[in-house]
């Protein structure tokens, strides 16, 4: 079996490209929440708390994930036991967003809420639990469940930073506008 560096080099330009994209739109996350925040979204600390901080915690594990595989490890039990607690912390997390959702005051979830937001991170940090505990048998279909899990937690993140945006734009209350106020 080659050594565990050589294993995990293999998938050194997957990791760099999700890593960087993860960490580029964690960066564009905290630009959108910025330029938003003057427009008064209807919504509170609670719905941030539940959809808002999620998504840069999904874009923030994929990059820790991104980093964990591109770490030189010298044996391969390491790099599965810290994939294995960052899978069990992303359980629990999940778990912390579900009460979230559940106790929002202002926006009441609907069912593609509830597959973004709970049930499709879920699946991805079990992935990485399930994975990364294999994967300290030897490396095999497990590196791809891990990347498919990165990739999954990146396009959740995607969804939500769009479907966040979106509901804060047309949610706004309208202001009547008199003809003087319009703009060309």
């Not at 559940?102 to 709970?118: K, Q, S």
Request: glycine content about 8%.
């Amino acid at each position: 079996m080659p050594p565990e560096s050589s294993i995990f080099s293999a998938w050194e330009s997957f990791y760099v490209i999700v890593g960087s994209s993860a960490g580029a739109l964690t960066g564009l996350q905290f630009v959108v929440v910025t330029l938003v925040a003057d427009m008064r979204p209807r919504s509170g600390m609670s719905e941030i708390n539940a959809f808002g901080t999620p998504t840069v915690v999904h874009f923030c594990a994929a990059l820790l994930i991104s980093a964990i595989l591109s770490a030189p490890w010298h044996r391969l039990e390491s790099a599965g036991a810290t994939l294995a607690v960052c899978g069990g912390l992303g359980i629990g997390y999940t778990l912390i967003v579900t009460n979230r959702a559940r106790h929002a005051t202002l926006y009441h979830p609907v069912f593609e809420d509830w597959v973004w937001h709970v049930i499709l991170p879920l699946v991805a940090y079990v992935d990485f639990l399930i994975a990364a505990l294999l994967l300290q048998r030897g490396p095999g279909p497990e590196l791809f469940a891990i990347g498919g899990g990165a990739l999954l937690l990146l396009f959740i993140g995607i969804h939500n930073a769009w479907d966040t945006v979106t509901y804060i734009a047309l949610s706004q209350d309208e202001e009547p506008r008199t003809p003087e106020a319009k703009r060309p």
